[in-house]
Nanobody, 122 residues
Framework: VQLQASGGGLVQPGGSLRLSCAASGITLDYYAIGWFRQAPGKEREGVSC????????EYADSVKGRFTISGDSAKNRVYLQMSSLKPEDTAVYYCAADGPGSSCLVGEYGHWGQGTLVTVSS
């Protein structure tokens, strides 16, 4: 199983970025996919998760209304559209996969990709 996150970068406050997670070795339709982040000196936390087969999504309160998770079964990819970015969104963002219906908790995910750094700064 390989998960590859991309799309991070430097963006000004109020800006937008779209992260992409490409999967190989698994078919994402049969898994729960999560986006997590880890800021310097802080624990890794769940940002948004979804099960593609059901369309059920979950968001952290801190990103509700600003971030949108989506999936493309044909491309076996999951995306995280981030808008109205704030400096506190600065972190390394990871995508992860596990069984369908997994909650958006770090401990429930067994397959992890490498992170992509998002820096929100003027």
């Amino acid at each position: 199983v390989q998960l590859q996150a991309s799309g991070g970068g430097l963006v000004q406050p109020g800006g937008s970025l779209r992260l992409s997670c490409a999967a190989s070795g698994i078919t994402l339709d049969y898994y729960a996919i999560g986006w997590f982040r880890q800021a310097p000196g802080k624990e890794r936390e769940g940002v948004s998760c979804m099960t593609l087969s059901t369309g059920v999504t979950e968001y952290a309160d801190s990103v509700k209304g600003r971030f949108t998770i989506s999936g493309d079964s044909a491309k076996n990819r999951v995306y995280l559209q981030m808008s109205s970015l704030k400096p506190e969104d600065t972190a390394v963002y990871y995508c992860a996969a596990d069984g369908p219906g997994s909650s958006c908790l770090v401990g429930e995910y067994g397959h992890w990709g490498q992170g992509t750094l998002v820096t929100v700064s003027s």
